[in-house]
């Protein structure tokens, strides 16, 4: 097999696998322009293996792309009809924006300590970070809740955002990010007698640009999608995000599903489009594989 058409098989593949992950978002948003009744027409929840058995299952696996009717009916009831669905968009909002602004400030000024700075047992207490980062959610979830009620947070949004904000997942990347810049940058300021501000504000900062940009999409798609500790912590159904709520839809209303599940991931999509080159960069400068 030459190198030509090893090309082309892997850019075959590679096109399959593509068009195979998107398949979801796609139908989804076309899905959100049809009629409730063209959806349905299309999917069933009742199939069993009798059903199969007499050759519904082709009904089944018919996915619809193209709508045959095209309405603006469901979008119209979401955003206009329904200032609830606006109000839970707003509460993502304000938990989600708080912790990417706050996690890309601690974490800069974290990872700024941990490089530069020269201090005893610094590679210790950046292990206890790395051992933290590596616990998986429902393991901190318990501590997290016994502290927000030491505190009179169990039912704030504190409990959810300032766990977020020392999230030790920052410090890390931004840290390796760090680890690339040049000593001589510093060594050089250094003997010209810049201070440790100047140093950060001047050196540090626009060098950090992409992993900063990475880290603030890759924070901002993880707390926009928050489910468990808006369960545990947020028990009044208008103050719980959308993340949530979307699964409390009717289903008999799947047109309304399908258009607000659209709406819920333009911010996610338009970030992710915005800013595709800077988590590339961001994310290579890690060293992160």
Same mark, same amino acid.
């Given at each position: 097999?030459?190198? +030509? @058409? ?31 009744? *063209? ?8 199939? %069993?293996?009798? *059903? ?15 709508? =045959? !009717? ?9 955003? $206009? ?48 970070? &790395? ?6 959610? !429902? ?6 809740? $016994? ?8 039912? %704030? ?18 840290? !390796?990010?760090?680890?690339? $810049? ?20 001047? &050196? ?11 880290? %603030? ?21 208008? +103050? ?6 979307? =699964?409390? $839809? ?28 800077? @988590? ?10």
């Amino acid at each position: 097999m030459n190198r +030509r @058409l090893q090309d082309r098989v892997i850019i075959g593949i590679l096109s399959f696998l593509g068009i195979l992950f998107l398949m979801p978002l796609i139908v989804t948003i076309t899905n959100s322009f049809m009629t409730g009744n *063209d959806i349905l027409s299309h999917y069933t929840t009742s199939l %069993s293996v009798f *059903d199969l058995v007499s050759g519904i299952k082709e009904k089944f696996i018919q996915i619809p792309l193209i709508p =045959s !009717q095209i309405t603006f009916s469901q979008y119209k009831e979401a955003l $206009i009809n329904q200032p609830a669905f606006l109000i839970l968009l707003v509460n993502s909002l304000k938990i989600t924006v708080p912790v990417v602004v706050g996690n890309v400030l601690v974490s800069v000024l974290t990872s700024y300590g941990f490089t530069i700075w020269n201090w005893k047992h610094k590679e210790k207490v950046f292990f206890i970070y &790395i051992v933290v980062m590596l616990m998986p959610l !429902q393991a901190v979830l318990v501590p997290n809740y $016994i502290v927000a009620d030491k505190l009179g947070l169990t039912t %704030s949004y504190l409990a959810i955002i300032l766990p977020g904000i020392f999230s030790p997942f920052g410090t890390f990347l931004l840290r !390796q990010t760090m680890k690339g $810049i040049p000593k001589e940058y510093f060594e050089a300021a250094q003997v010209d007698g810049a201070s440790s501000f100047y140093i950060f504000w001047h &050196i540090v900062l626009p060098q950090m640009k992409s992993g900063i940009a990475a880290l %603030s999409m890759l924070v901002f798609i993880e707390y926009w999608n928050i489910v468990e500790q808006v369960i545990i912590f947020i028990k009044e159904y208008y +103050r719980e995000p959308l993340s949530v709520c979307l =699964s409390l $839809i009717p289903s008999e209303n799947i047109s309304l599903i399908f258009a607000i599940s659209t709406v819920y991931m333009v911010l996610p999509l338009w970030f992710l489009t915005i800013g595709q080159k800077n @988590l590339e960069k961001g994310i290579e400068l890690s060293g992160i594989k």
